[in-house]
């Protein structure tokens, strides 16, 4: 059975062996020349640091790592462990579409044999790529993160790429033993995927656990914001409520200095409603917590989807 | 002994409608029973419960007293199954379909199947999509006889194959019969594909069976009677009256008798297989329209 399932998926751990393999060709020059660059940049002292120095010496940085490091920040790949997790779902699939669990069902071998040795190679092909997959980025990343944190690179770091494949593999499975068209299921389970992933990340992760906020004067620093994930910063008042008034207030508190600099003074704003940043973050501690709880969400959903497909497939008659 | 296949009450419904209804039935070991009936009669669907791709709605059924789906894991090795396409992995070549039954079959007989294989002439490396009809149907039987089953369903085996590649298969079961102790079920609408090959018969139409028994015996006890039509019906008292026509005073009986027929104003034809075999379809017939009616 094992030569069997593993015969059965041969071309979709090409594609997907092939697929990755792009990725390293791209992205391992790249990660060497970023980490170069850090390197060469002295980009390890300004970690943290807020000085102007420093800002300059990030923003620097930032700008010499190049257009790739732009596409990657795009998002695009987030498509990669979607297409991963629905090709290794097209054997199973297949079979069901095209009659041959007739055959494969009146061997010696038992239904739910067949079946656990099908699922198993789909999820350890799977989850195998996924490992690929944010081995790769995780590394290539590791300069940008050690720089600007990594709340910026979430999605392709660590362990949530594991639960991002496992997802779409169950959607493409549960998807497609109901419909029992592969292709129409395949599209379905794609645009799923993809409609998931984009509600977790723009409104539900920010949500995992009640973000911190802070008040602060424009003199003060404030809490350190330089690793932390932001999701909203905004004048406001003393108490934290968003400055409604109109640019004129700036106008009118602008006082010339001795240089000729123009700088606001604080009393006035402060009479205005204004003169304090609000910032609504959650602090780079709590990134390992993020990734736990969006891994158990997508691998936990996977897994209802993958045993509701396995479910279904038992008792087809 | 057990049967090779026993079915008490068996019934499978789609939705509302029933596809095989009260079937009863034994086949005993070591025959070759054609199962014949009109499309749609309910042989695939007998057939599947047998293998156990399908579960029963209603009633039982065993092979070898097993049940194939709750004790799949005993009565698999022991039943061999060719469905009417014949799948096959098409992007498989032939002998990688061979490894396939070796796979997943301990019992597996790897030379005989790679002598059948060599016999037929069937190209090893080939892939199996790109053979014709016949060939498939071939390397199809080659994996379900060389699993070594007790049982061996086939599933309407001929219908897709051009007139040789019938004779040739059906050549080939009827060698694996004499080989050993094997017990086969043929499916088919058209029993002539079949009389050849077949020691039993079963007729299934309308969801339910028609006639179980062996060919010999049915030939033996089936008679067409021509007689008095006021008389007709001290006949159906006493056998099964399988069809009948009446003309102004004379009335065409077509019996299964229980028993000598010797009443002297009656006269008594012997039938062959085929005439009884289409008198119990053209019940079938004749019922259907009953219904299209009502």
């Given at each position: 059975m094992t030569w069997l399932s593993w015969r059965q998926q041969r071309t979709e751990t090409i594609v997907?062996?092939?697929?990755?393999?792009?990725?390293?060709?791209?992205?391992?020059?790249?990660?060497?020349?970023?980490?170069?660059?850090?390197?060469?940049?002295h980009v390890a002292r300004c970690i943290n640091r807020q000085t102007q120095a420093c800002s300059f010496v990030l923003g620097n940085f930032t700008l010499s790592t190049g257009s790739l490091q732009g596409l990657f920040a795009s998002g695009w790949f987030n498509l990669v462990p979607g297409l991963i997790g629905v090709a290794l779902a097209v054997p199973v699939l297949h079979e069901l579409e095209n009659g041959t669990v007739r055959l494969a069902w009146t061997q010696s071998v038992t239904r739910r044999r067949w079946l656990v040795s099908k699922l198993g190679f789909a999820v350890g092909t799977v989850l195998l790529a996924a490992g690929c997959f944010t081995l790769l980025f995780t590394w290539y990343q590791q300069p940008l993160d050690r720089a600007f944190?990594?709340?910026?690179?979430?999605?392709?770091?660590?362990?949530?790429?594991?639960?991002?494949?496992?997802?779409?593999?169950?959607?493409?499975?549960?998807?497609?033993?109901l419909v029992r068209r592969s292709a129409a299921a395949l599209v379905v389970a794609y645009g799923l995927y993809v409609a998931g992933r984009v509600f977790v990340e723009s409104w539900l992760r920010k949500r995992f656990i009640t973000p911190l906020s802070a008040t602060f004067g424009q003199s003060s620093a404030g809490p350190n914001l330089s690793h932390a994930w932001v999701i909203s910063e905004f004048p406001s008042n003393k108490a934290g409520r968003p400055f409604v008034g109109t640019p004129g207030v700036f106008q009118n508190c602008a006082k010339v200095g001795p240089a000729g600099f123009k700088h606001l003074n604080q009393?006035?704003?402060?009479?205005?409603?204004?003169?304090?940043t609000h910032a609504v973050y959650q602090p780079a501690s709590r990134f390992w917590e993020f990734q736990g709880i969006e891994t158990a969400l997508f691998g936990g959903a996977a897994l209802l989807l993958i045993a509701f497909a396995a479910w279904r497939i038992l008792r087809t008659d | 002994?057990?049967?090779?296949?026993?079915t008490q009450g068996l019934g499978r419904r789609y939705g509302s409608q029933w596809a095989l209804h009260g079937c009863t039935l034994e086949i005993p070991r070591g025959t070759v029973t054609a199962l014949v009936g009109p499309n749609g009669a309910g042989k695939t669907t007998l057939l599947r419960l047998a293998v156990g791709?399908?579960?029963p709605s209603a009633g039982s059924v065993r092979v070898f007293g097993l049940d194939p789906r709750e004790q799949d894991a005993e009565a698999l090795p022991r039943v061999g199954f060719l469905a009417q396409e014949h799948p096959l992995y098409g992007?498989?070549?032939?002998?990688?379909?061979?490894?396939?039954g070796r796979e997943l079959n301990p019992g597996w007989d790897d030379e005989a199947a790679?002598?059948?294989?060599?016999?037929?002439?069937?190209?090893?490396?080939?892939?199996?999509?790109?053979?014709s009809g016949g060939q498939r149907a071939q390397v199809a039987l080659t994996l379900a006889l060389a699993k070594r089953p007790e049982l061996l369903l086939l599933d309407e085996p001929v219908a897709s194959l051009d007139p040789l590649a019938r004779r040739e298969?059906?050549?080939?079961?009827?060698?694996?019969?004499?080989?050993?102790?094997?017990?086969?079920?043929?499916?088919?609408?058209?029993?002539?594909?079949?009389?050849?090959?077949?020691?039993?018969?079963?007729?299934l139409a309308l969801g339910r069976t028609q006639l179980v028994g062996s060919i010999d015996e049915i030939v033996a006890s089936h008679r067409l009677l021509t007689g008095p039509r006021d008389q007709a019906e001290d006949v159906s008292r006493m056998h099964d009256v399988v069809r009948e026509s009446h003309a102004e005073r004379q009335t065409t009986l077509l019996v299964r008798a229980n028993g000598h027929i010797y009443d002297a104003q009656w006269t008594v034809h012997e039938l062959d297989l085929e005439e009884i075999v289409l008198a119990y379809l053209g019940q079938d017939a004749a019922r259907r329209r009953e219904a299209v009616l009502s």
């Open positions: 997907a062996a092939a697929l990755l393999a792009l990725l390293a060709v791209v992205f391992v020059p790249e990660g060497i020349h970023v980490a170069d660059l850090f390197v060469h940049q944190g990594r709340w910026d690179h979430f999605d392709f770091e660590w362990i949530v790429p594991f639960g991002y494949t496992l997802f779409a593999l169950g959607l493409a499975l549960a998807i497609g033993v009393g006035c704003m402060v009479r205005h409603g204004a003169g304090f | 002994m057990t049967p090779a296949l026993e791709l399908t579960s992007s498989f070549t032939v002998e990688e379909m061979l490894r396939v790679h002598a059948r294989i060599a016999e037929l002439e069937l190209p090893l490396k080939k892939k199996v999509r790109t053979l298969f059906l050549q080939s079961v009827v060698e694996a019969v004499a080989d050993r102790d094997l017990t086969v079920i043929l499916s088919s609408h058209i029993l002539a594909d079949l009389e050849r090959v077949c020691d039993h018969l079963v007729i």
